[in-house]
């Protein structure tokens, strides 16, 4: 399938658009309403050139209705999705319910992997099952955008 805005081929049971954010039913339909995507010249500070001082490992918000978020990953898992007692809230119908879940390995890599969502999680621009995540990697979940940065050390 692909997108109808923009061309870019897409999961054939996508609701919206990764790369342009166009939603991919009816106009007409009153259950959803698509927004445009966040350009990165509206990104927040910290989220392109890295957050300043010590810090762990740091998951910043860079646009999307929670823009400036930040969430240090001190836990071994952190759910990400629209329920709302995910670890990472992320309020949009673009993102599923359990969307993602980052996890710790042993040897203390961060790991992102998608739990079968709809629209799916992408780390760079490339759609994702699962990856080890590395400091100014850009994940997008549904219309939101994070930048990941490892612990200062």
């Known amino acids: 399938m692909n997108c109808r805005r923009c061309g870019e081929v897409l ?3 996508a609701s919206f658009c990764w790369s342009c954010g166009a ?3 009816a106009s007409s339909s009153p259950e959803t309403v698509a927004l ?3 350009s990165s010249d509206a990104l927040v500070p910290g989220a392109v050139d890295g957050p300043m001082g010590d810090h762990g490992d740091l998951l910043v918000v860079a646009s999307g209705a929670a823009s400036g978020t ?3 990953l001190d836990k071994e898992t952190v759910s990400v999705g629209r ?6 809230l992320l309020d949009d119908v673009s993102v599923s319910r ?7 390995t042993a040897s203390g890599r961060i790991t992102l992997r998608d739990l079968n969502s709809l629209n799916g999680t992408y780390v760079n621009g490339v759609r994702v099952d699962e990856t080890t995540l590395h400091s100014a990697d850009e994940v997008q979940i549904g219309k939101f955008k994070l930048v990941f940065w490892e612990a200062s050390r």
């Open 70 to 72: 930040r969430l240090t």
């Open 98 to 104: 359990h969307h993602a879940i980052i996890t710790r």
């Open 83 to 88: 329920h709302e007692n995910s670890d990472l």
């Open 11 to 13: 999961n054939a049971n």
């Open 36 to 38: 445009p995507v966040v």
């Open 23 to 25: 939603a991919q039913h």
